[in-house]
């Protein structure tokens, strides 16, 4: 069993600069004729450079990457592989195998890729560093299809800046994942249908795993530690094992235990395979503007049982979902609903989800639309704004609360207040913010509002 303890490089608090950004698109695989420049024993492959391995299976003893090119479309063991720059493409059915050679872990430094489009299998820790990555010359882990499958059982993958990804759309196993303090949002992603598996997993920053599409399951067993939030992707399904235990001896530094974020947590789950996609059964999902503003969402179950939670869950942009109100099957009817009573102004995305009472399964819907938008629209003003902001309000709408965060969903300390006679809520912000774009959140007595504002 690994020791926790020696992990206490890793985790070493400090203060970072997060990015957000977008993990770059992977190529497709390229072809394989068995013509190409063979890739041989012991050879260092620089920039321009481009081998292929093809043929029986077979393990090198050295090789190189130094800014080149290797494309595998056999199967092929290296036990002694050192990259600090490069692409490596793994095409469909291939495997690659980096051995543990003579222990050391391995370590990209920036514009260095490895495309998984079959089998790859890393015997060592494998650090995405900083050194020279940059959204141009980034550096990319990236399992590319549902078919593709990434082996790392024993291994720490470590990610401390915000250009390095790894990307998973197919299988994918660890011993731990550690996201650094200076890694950026977003530096796993998981697509539609993908399982990643590990024993510990250890997180620094706020939303550090995001779901790019569909619903995807992360698989946690032994230990866990949140220094911020894991995801605000509520199709992330987060299958916790009963023996699972998350850090609470670090609350004092910061730490969140069990902070899993908009994640669907599966406690006491054997493995993502216990977790379903939602069954046609859930059909005629639709979403209608009641008189009094409020957004009605009504659905069928054929398969509904007592016990069953449904949940509404709702987004701004049908990317990242929230929870907004649940209730507990108690009897079968022919249909379902449930009320927003207090909708986003604009355009609202909805999910309903559900589990199941004896199985505590997850299931998730397709998504349905619907705009809401008031008869007399409220203003913020100055906008770019310095110190102070002002909201007018419509005539018969007053604000219950006001809150300004970041594009992270920090919360900026402000200070409001209300002219009810004006129509009218001064708001002025407290603390030192950089220019940059933030969001102004309003709830009133009739919806939520939520509006981005640029601070110059």
Not at 100 to 118: F, K, T
Not at 152 to 179: D, H, K
Request: aromatic content about 10%; charged content about 10%; hydrophobic content about 40%.
């Amino acid at each position: 069993m690994k020791k926790h303890s020696l992990l206490a490089a890793f985790l070493l608090l400090a203060t970072p600069l997060f990015v957000t950004a977008q993990s770059p698109a992977a190529p497709p695989p390229p072809g394989c004729t068995g013509t190409e420049p063979l890739v041989t024993d012991g050879e260092v492959l620089t920039k321009g450079v481009t081998k292929w391995y093809y043929g029986p299976a077979a393990t090198f003893s050295n090789l190189t990457l130094r800014g080149g090119t290797l494309i595998i479309c056999g199967d092929l063991t290296i036990n002694n592989y050192n990259m600090d720059s490069g692409t490596v493409h793994i095409n469909p059915a291939a495997r690659l195998v980096i051995a543990s050679g003579n222990g050391a872990g391995l370590v990209l430094y920036g514009n260095a890729a490895i495309y998984n489009y079959g089998t790859c299998e890393i015997q060592r820790n494998l650090s995405l560093n900083g050194g020279y990555a940059s959204a141009a010359t980034p550096n990319l882990i990236v399992n590319a299809t549902s078919a593709s499958v990434f082996k790392m059982s024993n291994q720490y993958l470590v990610i401390n800046n915000p250009y390095s990804w790894f990307v998973n759309n197919g299988s994918a196993e660890f011993w731990g994942i550690i996201v650094d303090s200076w890694a950026g949002a977003g530096v796993v992603e998981m697509g539609s249908g993908s399982s990643t598996r590990m024993a510990v997993l250890i997180n620094k920053i706020p939303n550090s795993y995001r779901v790019t599409s569909g619903t995807a399951c992360l698989s946690v067993f032994q230990y866990s530690q949140f220094y911020g939030v894991l995801t605000s992707s509520p199709t992330l399904n987060a299958c916790v094992a009963a023996g699972h235990t998350s850090d609470s001896g670090c609350i004092p530094w910061g730490c969140a235990p069990n902070n899993w974020g908009a994640a669907q947590v599966v406690p006491a789950c054997t493995s993502c395979a216990s977790i379903a996609v939602l069954p046609v059964n859930l059909t005629g999902l639709q979403a209608a503007r009641t008189a009094n503003d409020r957004n009605l969402l009504t659905w069928q179950c054929a398969g509904a049982q007592p016990g069953m939670v449904f949940r509404l869950l709702r987004s701004a942009d049908g990317r990242y979902f929230s929870p907004v109100d649940s209730f507990t099957v108690s009897a079968i009817t022919p249909s379902y609903s449930i009320t927003d009573k207090f909708p986003l102004e604009g355009l609202n995305h909805y999910m309903i989800q559900y589990t199941q009472p004896q199985s505590g399964t997850v299931y998730n819907s397709k998504t349905v639309k619907i705009s809401s938008v008031s008869s007399t629209p409220f203003s913020i003003y100055p906008n770019p704004f310095d110190k102070k902001l002002t909201i007018r309000f419509p005539v018969g709408t007053y604000p219950e609360k006001v809150m300004l965060t970041d594009m992270l969903g920090r919360n900026i300390r402000i200070n409001w207040h209300w002219q009810p006679d004006a129509c009218l809520a001064e708001v002025t912000v407290e603390e030192f913010i950089p220019a940059d774009l933030y969001m102004i959140h309003i709830r009133t007595n009739k919806s939520n509002i939520s509006r981005t504002i640029l601070k110059q």
